[in-house]
Every structure is written in structure tokens, then in C-alpha cells.
């Protein structure tokens, strides 16, 4: 890989200074713009208009070179970044990669910026000294390429790029661009401007009085129209909801909760549909029908009569178990445990009496 050029190495560290310098001249120049956005806005308030539109110009002006220089540095970051290309430049043979655009537009628009920048000056006279006097000369001018002629020229332009040629113009601006600047400064500030003229406001009363009136007049022309032989029909009123007046002894009274549970709910209650829904399961090889379930209905009669006649098997087993256990708690305790019978309730004495054998 070719090792960079002097020229190179001395153009990059010049870029490297003009980008920030240009970053710097558009806060200044923007801050300057505001301050005299501000005289404006004092000027259309004292009604002096004509020193406004004069000094409106220098903000146009200032507002435009704000813009190239925006343009100016997106150029010279491009060759920043693309700087080791240049050394395989010659004759202006850059092809597409953007060099020859932006080499052309710092060559044009230096000389012709309003804002003087010294690295900007240092920046065209290298890139004039790598191009070639011709190429500088043509980008100075604004002259197409080398290789095409007249007609083409008049399609295709020059080397700049028009937008900055159109912005480095020098002319007066339109009398359209100078009314958007102040209506915009105007409204900005919150002047009243421009002030409209006395027959105009009365015009505007005068016309807002007529709508008025035949607001007013729409609904008797209406009825007349209605009970006309045309055949029109009168249409319906559309029925409003009577409003009750509130009674006055009840304002600021809390309500009675006895009152709330005396009031009957509306008919419509008991038939409204539950917000839970319970989707049915899909049908499977093992079951085909299946059925949600729920606690309580009638699929559940059958577990419920399982249940009963289960529970009725265990108290008739009840009895049997307490009668072996009563016969054999006798034996053990000498002819006593016949007395108590199984599936009762034993009393006070019996438990004292079975408390006092188990201690023997």
C-alpha cells in the first residue's frame, strides 16, 4: 500500500481546523440572527415598517450564509474521510467517489462566502494545487467538465453544484421572502402585524352580524317551508332526557343507607349474561362427549348419590364396631360392659367408670 503524500498529510491537518471554525461561525452568525430577530419584532411593534423591511435583508443574508457554511462542512468532512484518495488523482479523474464535487464547491464558494475564514482560503489554494490550475479554473467559473460541450453544458451545469450557486448569488430578495419574514418574526414575538385597517374590522362585524341573524331565522323558515304545499315534511324533534331540578334541603346531606337498600335494582339485572365464559374441551379418542363440569348442576347428580350412599354405609357400620368394642371393653372389665351399647353417647358415670378399669 502506497505510503500518504506530504500534500495529503498537510491538507488533512488543514481540514481538521476548518471544520471546527466553520461549526464555530454558524453559532455566532445564528446568535447575531436571533438579536436582530428581536429589533425587528421592537420595529413592526413601533410601526415602523420600512426600517424593517430594510433590516429584514440582513437576516435573509445572514440565514443564507448560515446555510452554505452547513453545506461547506458536509464537504469538507467528505474529504477528510476520503483524503488518501487524492493522491491517485490526476487530471481531475477522481470517477464517482465525490471528491471532484466538493474540491469544486470549497474552489467556488470561498472567494464568495460573506463570512471570512482563513482555513477555508488554506483549504482551495492545496486542493486548487492537487487538481491543477485548469481544473481550479473551471471550478472557479463554474464551467462543465473537461469533454463536453456547449449543449451538454446547459444540461449538466457547471462543476459546482447548483444549490450553492444559487445560494452565493448575489440579488436583492423577493418581496414574497421579505412578507414571510416578518409575518414569521411578527408571530414569533407576538406583534400584532400586520395590523388591519378600520373599514376591514367593520367589514368583519358587519359580516359576523348576518350570520347571527340568520342563525336565528333558520328555524322559522324551516316551519313556513314545512306547512307549504311542497310536500315537505316536518321532521321529528329529537326527544331529550328531562332533567330534574335537585331539591335544595338535599344538597350537602349524605345519603341514608337505609334508603340504598330499599331501592328496588332495575328488572334487567337477573338477565344479564355472566362475563365468564368456560369454553368446552375438544373431543378426544378416549372421550368423545366431553362436558364441563360445574359444582352444583345436575351432571353431578350421580358422584352426589355415590357420595350418600356411601356415607350411609358407614353409619350402618357404625353401630357393629362400637358393639365389639363394648363387649370386649366387658370382658376385660368383669361383666360391666354390657351396659353400654354401641352407637350412643356415653355419660358422665360410664366414662368414669372405663377411666378408673384402665388404671387397674
Same mark, same amino acid.
Given at each position: ?17 476548518l ?11 445564528t446568535t ?5 430577530r ?16 430594510i ?21 469538507a ?23 471532484e ?15 471570512e ?22 471550478a ?5 467538465p ?23 448569488k ?14 414569521e ?7 400584532d402585524?400586520?395590523?388591519q ?5 367593520d ?6 352580524q ?10 322559522? *323558515?324551516?316551519?313556513?317551508?314545512g !306547512? @307549504?304545499? #311542497? /310536500? +315537505?315534511?316536518?321532521?321529528?324533534p %329529537? $326527544? ?12 350537602g346531606?349524605?345519603?341514608?343507607p337505609?334508603?340504598l ?28 362427549r366431553p362436558?364441563?363440569r360445574?359444582?352444583?348442576?345436575g ?24 358393639g365389639?368394642?363394648?363387649? *370386649?371393653?366387658?370382658?376385660?372389665? !368383669? @361383666?360391666g #360392659? /354390657? +351396659?353400654?351399647?354401641?352407637?350412643k %353417647? $356415653? ?13 387397674r
Amino acid at each position: 500500500m502506497p505510503s500518504t503524500s506530504s500534500q495529503t498529510v498537510k491538507l488533512k491537518s488543514t481540514l481538521r481546523l476548518l471544520i471546527p471554525r466553520l461549526r464555530m461561525a454558524q453559532k455566532k452568525d445564528t446568535t447575531l440572527s436571533i438579536a436582530a430577530r428581536r429589533e425587528m419584532a421592537t420595529l413592526l411593534a413601533q410601526n415602523r415598517e420600512a426600517s424593517a423591511r430594510i433590516r429584514v435583508e440582513n437576516i435573509i443574508q445572514t440565514d443564507i450564509t448560515v446555510e452554505v457554511m452547513e453545506m461547506l462542512e458536509l464537504y469538507a468532512e467528505l474529504l477528510l474521510a476520503r483524503a488518501g484518495l487524492l493522491d491517485g488523482v490526476k487530471d481531475g479523474g477522481a470517477g464517482d467517489t465525490g471528491l471532484e464535487e466538493a474540491s469544486a464547491a470549497i474552489i467556488y464558494a470561498a472567494p464568495r462566502l460573506p463570512r471570512e475564514v482563513k482555513e477555508l482560503s488554506a483549504v482551495r489554494a492545496m486542493l486548487v494545487e492537487r487538481w491543477g490550475k485548469e481544473f481550479g479554473g473551471r471550478a472557479a467559473e463554474n464551467r462543465p467538465p473537461v469533454g463536453s460541450g456547449e449543449g451538454d453544458a446547459q444540461q449538466t451545469g457547471g462543476l459546482v453544484p447548483e444549490k450553492i450557486v444559487r445560494k452565493l448569488k448575489v440579488e436583492t430578495p423577493s418581496r414574497q421572502l421579505v412578507e414571510l419574514y416578518l409575518e414569521e418574526i411578527a408571530k414569533a414575538y407576538g406583534v400584532d402585524w400586520p395590523k388591519q385597517r378600520e373599514g376591514e374590522d367593520d367589514e368583519v362585524d358587519n359580516l359576523n352580524q348576518e350570520i347571527d341573524h340568520e342563525d336565528q331565522d333558520t328555524p322559522d *323558515n324551516d316551519e313556513n317551508n314545512g !306547512g @307549504g304545499g #311542497g /310536500g +315537505g315534511q316536518k321532521e321529528p324533534p %329529537i $326527544p331529550s332526557t328531562p332533567k330534574s331540578k335537585p331539591n335544595p334541603e338535599n344538597l350537602g346531606r349524605a345519603y341514608n343507607p337505609e334508603d340504598l337498600n330499599r331501592a328496588t335494582p332495575p328488572r334487567e339485572v337477573g338477565t344479564a349474561r355472566s362475563p365468564i365464559s368456560v369454553a368446552p374441551p375438544g373431543a378426544r379418542t378416549d372421550n368423545l362427549r366431553p362436558k364441563v363440569r360445574i359444582p352444583g348442576d345436575g351432571d353431578n347428580n350421580d358422584s352426589n348419590a355415590a357420595k350418600k350412599q356411601n356415607q350411609s354405609q358407614e353409619r350402618k357400620a357404625a353401630p357393629g364396631k362400637g358393639g365389639v368394642g363394648s363387649k *370386649n371393653a366387658g370382658g376385660r372389665g !368383669g @361383666g360391666g #360392659g /354390657g +351396659g353400654a351399647v354401641g352407637g350412643k %353417647i $356415653p355419660d358422665v358415670d360410664e366414662l368414669a367408670r372405663r377411666f378408673q378399669e384402665l388404671k387397674r
